[in-house]
Nanobody
Framework: QVQLVESGGGLVQAGGSLGLSCAAS????????IGWFRQAPGKNREFVAA????????YYADSVKGRFIVSRDDDKKSVYLQMNSLKPEDTAVYYC???????????WGQGTQVTVSS
């Protein structure tokens, strides 16, 4: 069982940066791959980025590639999403999710709001 709590959301101007954190509980956190997703009002949830366990391989949606960076610290049971050069279209609720394989997530956090003003 893994419980996830996101933090770090807020309001930022376009072009600014924001860092999100995903803190996990559970003894086997290091064996989970973690994904970041977002959902804007009236839109479907979409994949943003992911990082695998063990090798720490990273994956990004085309819309955020080159602007967002995902990383993890297994000692702190945390995963981070550094968001740079933010755009108004990045406005959404951001969620982290955990699963044993990339693309297959069993546990989800409650989400944190990110709002980018133009």
């Amino acid at each position: 069982q893994v419980q996830l709590v996101e933090s770090g959301g807020g309001l930022v101007q376009a072009g600014g940066s924001l860092g999100l954190s995903c803190a996990a509980s559970g003894r086997t956190f290091s064996t989970y791959s973690i994904g970041w997703f977002r959902q804007a009002p009236g839109k479907n949830r979409e994949f943003v980025a992911a990082i695998s366990w063990l090798a720490g391989r990273t994956y990004y949606a085309d819309s955020v590639k080159g602007r967002f960076i995902v990383s993890r610290d297994d000692d702190k049971k945390s995963v981070y999403l550094q968001m740079n050069s933010l755009k108004p279209e990045d406005t959404a609720v951001y969620y982290c999710a955990a699963g044993h394989t990339i693309g297959n997530y069993d546990y989800w956090g409650q989400g944190t709001q990110v709002t980018v003003s133009s």
